[in-house]
């Protein structure tokens, strides 16, 4: 079988890492032909950018390599592709077309929300996909994980730990903002991993007053400092979202500058000097944990396995510790938020973090 493989949207910690199992199930269990390694996501089919041959050698060295050696791009939907200012045109015949010019008899798509939508609707025009879970975010339905995840939380955490430094020196309020555009896993993760005093989600909008009440009263038994973890898609209760660059045409919003909005209010009503660190891409940086590459090595070689068993047009997820797949059509069209009554809101609630709800 001639397997193609492409990584769509931002990029996450463990890309690489998935490539590399990829290749080395479709090539040393299978006995399949190298794999083609498709460059900058969808845009390199529509464009027809020159494919690059990934074997076991080429892929060498891989599985701690942070990025993706195809890049990648998160403006490049076939059916949506950008033809001029603020023009789009439906390219996905062109898409078709390349698969056919190239031989694929498959693709493998690593992406989120939008790689695995535009994967579905390929799939029903006749191409045959199975696509990976990832994103930072960890919001892709269907899977209990997605990679790049873990490694955000690490990274997160480490940045919360160092900020507890000048929290206690200087008796502030540190707010960080971290990435989440419409899910909190990472801030409740990174949160709860390292100590913040208060978690705001975008499940969960929060009460302001609520806040400045619970970071008043741990000045008042003694400490003066606090640390907030809040997710860059959080709003407060009956406000809006954060915008940095409003959506234009059909490419989402920038999300932006809730960390600042929480800081300057808990400074008037907190009298606490308070300061805001926006994380950002830094979360989708460096090399993967182990956690994520264990969890890549695993998606990639159920990929090639699912396409060998002749299943497609799914993505494979992860359910109890195993690997198993889910029909596109579950995956598209939403997000996994973090449920309600999610242990770890309940492990946060009972050591006294403060969410505000
Ligand atoms: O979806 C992952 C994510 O990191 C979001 O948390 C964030 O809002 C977005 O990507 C940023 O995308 P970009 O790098 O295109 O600004």
Known sequence: MQLGILTGGGDAPGLNAVIRAVVRTAIRQHGWPPVLGIPEGFKGLVEKLDPIELTPFTTRGLINRGGTILHTTNRADPFQYPAGENRFEDRSDT???????????????LGGDGSHSIAHKLSNKGLTVVGAPKTIDNDVRGTELCFGHLTAVATATDALDKLHTTAESHHRVMVVELMGRDTGWIALRAGTAGAADAILLPEIPFDIDLLCDGINRRAAAGSPF???????GTRPKGGEIAVLESAEGVYQARLGGIGALVADRLQHCTQLESRVTVLGHVQRGGAPVSADRILATQYGMAAVDALARGEHNCMVALS?????????????GGFRPVPLDHPLLDAARQTGVLLAE
């Open 95 to 109: 898409v078709l077309e390349r698969a056919g010019e190239l031989g694929l008899d498959a693709l493998v798509i």
């Open 226 to 232: 606090s640390i907030v973890a809040v997710a860059e």
């Open 320 to 332: 109890h510790e195993r690997m198993e797949t889910v029909p596109l059509e579950d995956v598209v």
